[in-house]
């Protein structure tokens, strides 16, 4: 079951937030792991032996590691075999999921995948005991919000902000608040852009135009951050909810100077987790500076792999790779240097990355490059101007959000005296916003007809 559905806003969340309160401090964490096995097995109960198989076996070898700790090259040899082991079941349950089911998060396993070996490196690295209470552990594996996309949160983190209990009236109207608006960052935004990008795809690829090969790079990009952006929100919104204050994982990357800042606001907790738990346990000691640049490329091989395992994936993560190692080696120099040159010149790179993300093959995305280049059916069509136009008002709209320019405005407005009267009825907003969000879940076509009216 989905966070964006009215099932889950209208009965589930309430029936939740009623029980959790309800039931006494002890039975908490029993509680959000029935609930977690609940959801996940929602609609199809053969998917609860997946989640199952994981919570068992790591919870196993994270004993074993703690059994063979003075062993260290057999400890290391344990957790790398068991990361080959699941990461090739994960690509197997891709390579045979269904075509319906999202290319990004088969069944959750990208997350609890991560989140299993993230404590098993932790184990082996003495950063923490091995956890003997099953169902603490079990907790932290299937945690429900986080299964969707993230954030990822540490073991550490999670145990200790589960042993405080910090779940009170407060921490709820600020985990409903961030839930809404996260709702509202999926159902409104990521869902007109999809829509549009869709529509957009239509377009024969032998036959666009620069125009609409822009545009539909941009809306696609501006969707997958307002997808994940989305559900990352929710889930921190009701993490809090339960006690579990869930790092950020979305800055405002768009309009940056540099592909290292936009990637720096870019699913910040996975990008850490990848960081640290595979750069820097096998190249940690690594001294050569060129060493450095290959683990870094390798790093962002591994992350694209981890969204979809695909060529193209792959690709992406190599794209996005050799940019980092070139700003790390010299450009950064230049593009301080020079902040426009650095706005041009990461826009338009990281356009054609994504390219790689959405292109059925490399023939596809090889025809959306050369109509970008202007190299394809002419400078625009008809197709793409009247998406354009009809849309150029709610792009410009979600371009501004996705900026630092947002933020810093709304941090000022927020401390003068018209800022403090519209905080105080934040509540009353949200309020309003979810009844928006359940019109829109209700008859889809009600932001798409509201953006075409502006």
Known sequence: MYLSTLTFTLLVLPLLLFLFYLIPSRGKPVFLLLVGFLLYGWGNPIRLLVPAAYVFYDYGIGLLLQKVEKHHTFSRCIVIVTAVLQAAALTVVRMYANEDSEFLFPLGMAIFTLHGLGYLIGVHRRNHAAEVHFCNFALYLTFFPVLYAGPLISYSDFQEQLCKNKHHIVNLGSGLGLFVRGLAEKVVLADTLGYVFRELRQTD??????????????????YLYFE????????????????????????????????TAFMESWNISHVHWFQKNFRDFLFRTVKHRWTKYASLVLMWMLIGLWYGSTLQFLLWGLFVGVLL??????????????????????????????????AGSMSEAGDYWRAMLGFGAGLADRYGL????SYIVFLLICFYIATDLFRNITERVAVTAVGKKIMSLMPLIECVLLIFCFACMLYKSIPIELWLKL
């Open 205 to 222: 690829t032998a036959s666009i135009s620069m125009l609409t090969a822009w545009l539909t790079v941009i809306v696609f990009s501006m």
């Open 228 to 259: 994940l952006l989305g559900y990352a929100d929710m889930a921190r919104g009701l993490g809090r909810c339960f006690g579990i204050n869930l790092p950020k994982n979305f800055g405002q990357p768009f309009w940056t100077p540099s592909v």
């Open 325 to 358: 190692a070139t700003e790390q080696f010299f450009l950064n120099r230049i593009l301080k240097r020079n902040y426009a040159f650095g706005l041009l010149y990461t826009g338009v790179s990281l356009q054609f990355a994504w390219v790689l993300l959405f």
């Open 386 to 389: 009247y998406f354009f136009t």
